[in-house]
């Protein structure tokens, strides 16, 4: 069990790489006037979405494993467990929306300031200070 908590550790990392970044890359892109700067933005863009994906997906892979073995029957019935659920699916959703947004710059269509992307990007962090808070401490 201590490899399969591994690789969703490390699974995790890669994938919280993107979340952070993508949203950065939001920012200078909404910043940006020149043509050629945003086109270089749109490929980077779409090319970290797509590095982030897969990681995405095997940290929920591992961490549904996990659920599964051991921890929903362990703490099934603690509400940190509930609760840190309900952020990776807030992240889930965060993550989906980013490809959204990620479609909306590559067409040229986003309507919103580097600021409110600047706010956007501080989501993932919180919810990473949360998931770990919870995860370690298990509150009663």
Request: with cysteine.
């Amino acid at each position: 069990m201590l490899w399969i908590k591994a690789f969703h550790l490390i699974f995790m990392v890669a994938w919280f790489a993107g979340l952070f970044y993508l949203p950065r890359l939001f920012v200078n892109h909404a910043m940006t006037e020149h043509k050629e700067t945003s086109e270089h933005f749109k490929i980077m863009e779409r090319k970290l979405y797509r590095f982030s994906m897969p990681w995405m997906l095997l940290t929920l892979g591992f961490g549904i494993w996990m659920l599964i073995d051991y921890a929903w029957a362990a703490y099934g019935h603690m509400l940190w467990l509930h609760i840190k659920l309900g952020l990776i699916v807030l992240l889930v959703g965060f993550h989906l929306y980013c490809g959204k947004l990620v479609k909306d710059f590559a067409e040229d269509r986003n309507t919103r300031s580097h600021v409110w992307y600047r706010w956007f990007n501080e989501l993932p962090v919180l919810v990473l200070f949360a998931v770990i808070l919870l995860a370690v401490l298990k509150p009663a």
